[in-house]
């Protein structure tokens, strides 16, 4: 006898609710909870916000393949039963869950040791990062208050938009939950610095992966300051160069948002970057010696409370946070045009509490 419409319907329903935990009637008596295999390799529970979107589909694929992480939940507002269902196929060992709209966003925290937050508006072209602020303030502080209630003490990745203020915008719902912890709030910057390494290694012509360029400040035109002296190998440039790089590092955004011409803005780079960054905290987590990644965090390296700076990841997130080093004198120019800059969006961001942006 065939199924009803209605039990169809209803499954379908549950279905979207767990995502792929049963398949459609008809198709099968074996449903995967009568699975022998649970799951459940040791390693770490990661969630990804905003798991739908051009950099949170190919981010949640390159963390499905990351061998440290045993549960991945996928959250987004739309089409995640459609990435989840696709990407729990890969033969690796991460156990796939979705979560689709506010309702689930809960389910979706649960337990989680690591969140990382690609959810938000990309920039078209004329747009500034800033642009942004209304409406991916405004995600970023309920995506926070699911964090805040359902797994205060995960890592926070944060890669929304404008960085500068969206975390002290999450900062300020942590405070305001009794939750924060400083370290474990991390704005994700690692596209800054791997467009450096990229950058610099062409000019000097060797491979990017022999290349370290600390990139410090925040994430937005002038704030996004490459320190140059300081890359490893150590490595000097002409003054054309110098102008070059820091130019072509602090418009590497604009150049992709430009190309994409509309269709958005870093998905592919960013999806890896943010990846290298995940690994590294959670190699942090596990407790590995000297993983040292540049992120934009509460900070006393400067006058300012948040900087991207050098910083120790560890079992408690940022555990250390590296001072500036010797700067020459175009490095300090830059830095007081950075800090001007910086100032304002973090106020934005920290003064923004508690209003819809
Ligand atoms: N930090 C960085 O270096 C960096 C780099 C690139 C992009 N970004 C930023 O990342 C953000 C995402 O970029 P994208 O290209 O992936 O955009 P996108 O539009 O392709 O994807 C964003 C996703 O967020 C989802 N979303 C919207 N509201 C949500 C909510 N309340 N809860 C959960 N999910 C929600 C959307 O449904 C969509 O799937 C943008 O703000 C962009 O500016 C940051
Ligand atoms: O430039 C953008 O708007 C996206 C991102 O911040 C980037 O640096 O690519």
Avoid: W
């Avoid at 942004?132 to 926070?156: D, M, S, W």
């Avoid at 390296?301 to 940022?318: D, N």
Wanted: proline residues 6%; aromatic residues 4%.
């Amino acid at each position: 006898m065939q199924p009803s419409a209605e039990v169809n319907q209803r499954l379908a329903r549950i279905s979207a609710h767990l995502c792929t935990e049963f398949p459609r009637v008809g198709e099968s008596s074996l449903t995967q909870s009568n699975c022998r295999a649970k799951g459940g390799a040791p390693g770490f529970k990661v969630a990804v916000l905003g798991a739908a979107g051009g950099i949170g589909q190919s981010l949640s694929l390159l963390m499905k393949i990351n061998p440290l992480v045993s549960v991945l939940h996928l959250y987004d507002v739309v089409n995640t039963p459609g990435v989840t269902a696709d990407i729990s196929h890969m033969d690796t060992g991460a156990v796939v869950r979705g979560f689709l709209g506010q309702a689930q966003l809960e389910h979706a925290l649960t337990g989680m040791d690591l969140v990382i937050i690609p959810a938000g508006v990309p920039r078209k072209p004329g747009m500034t990062r800033d642009d942004l602020f209304k409406i991916n303030a405004g995600i970023v502080r309920t995506l926070c208050e699911g964090i805040a209630k359902c797994c205060p003490h995960a890592i926070v990745n944060l890669i929304s938009n404008p960085v500068n203020s969206t975390v002290p915008i999450a900062a300020e719902v942590f405070k305001k939950a009794g939750v924060y912890d400083p370290k474990r709030l991390l704005g994700v910057t690692t596209l800054d610095v791997v467009r450096a390494n990229t950058f610099v290694a062409e000019v000097l012509g060797v491979d990017p992966r022999e290349v370290n360029v600390p990139v410090v400040g925040g994430h937005a035109g002038v704030t996004i300051l490459p320190l140059l002296s300081q890359v490893k190998p150590p490595s000097s440039f002409t003054a054309e160069e110098i102008s070059y790089l820091t130019d072509r590092i602090q418009n590497g955004g604009t150049e992709v948002v430009e190309a994409k011409a509309g269709a958005g803005s870093a998905t592919l780079s960013m999806a890896y970057a943010a990846a290298k960054f995940a690994d590294a905290c959670l190699r942090g987590l596990r407790g590995d010696a000297g993983i040292v990644e540049c992120s934009f965090v509460a900070s006393q390296v400067t006058e300012l409370p948040f900087f991207a700076t050098r910083v120790r990841l560890g079992r408690g997130g940022a555990e250390e946070i590296f001072p500036l080093g010797p700067l020459n004198e175009y490095e300090r120019a830059g830095l007081e045009k950075a800090k001007k800059e910086l100032a304002g969006s973090i106020d934005k961001g920290s003064l923004s509490s508690g209003t819809d942006g």
